[in-house]
């Protein structure tokens, strides 16, 4: 946005963690099966994979998924409150003449996309912003 003076601004938000560096895993090319060329079981070998299996899905139903379903919405839960109670970084730079850049922290993302709205309506206005909500 355009200032009074010509000045050109870009207001924007962030939560300000740092960047990560872009990494490339390479694919797998395939996987060998195992277990080819074995013997066929016994009935008492069939029994016992029978029983075996058995367990392992019911340890899985009362163990595992309860706590898989406790960890993807913790997954869940921290972003979100990372989101409303984390101060953001509302940051208006200009490449001048002189370059300048501002920077203000503000808490939740509503605050801050209203910080925003107010920096960038106050720099267009040709006043020096500061907006209601900074830490």
């Known amino acids: 946005m355009r200032a009074p003076n010509a000045r050109v601004w870009k ?3 962030s939560l300000g963690w740092p960047r990560w560096r872009k990494t490339r895993v390479p694919a797998r090319e395939g996987l060998e099966l195992l277990g080819n060329g ?4 016994s009935t008492a070998g069939e029994l016992l994979f029978v029983v ?5 899905i019911g ?3 009362v163990v ?3 706590l898989l ?6 997954v869940l839960l921290v972003p979100a409150v990372l989101l409303v109670f984390r101060p953001w970084r509302v940051v208006a730079t200009t490449e001048g003449p002189p370059p300048e850049r501002l920077e203000w922290r503000v808490r939740g993302w509503r605050g801050s996309r209203a910080a925003v709205e107010e920096v960038a309506r106050e720099l267009g206005h040709g006043v020096d912003a ?3 909500n900074a830490e």
């Open 11 to 13: 207001v924007r938000r």
């Open 38 to 41: 074995l013997s066929p079981m």
């Open 52 to 56: 075996a299996v058995t367990v392992a």
């Open 59 to 61: 340890l899985f139903i």
């Open 64 to 66: 595992f998924l309860p």
């Open 69 to 74: 379903l406790f960890l993807v919405e913790l």
């Open 130 to 132: 500061a907006p209601e």
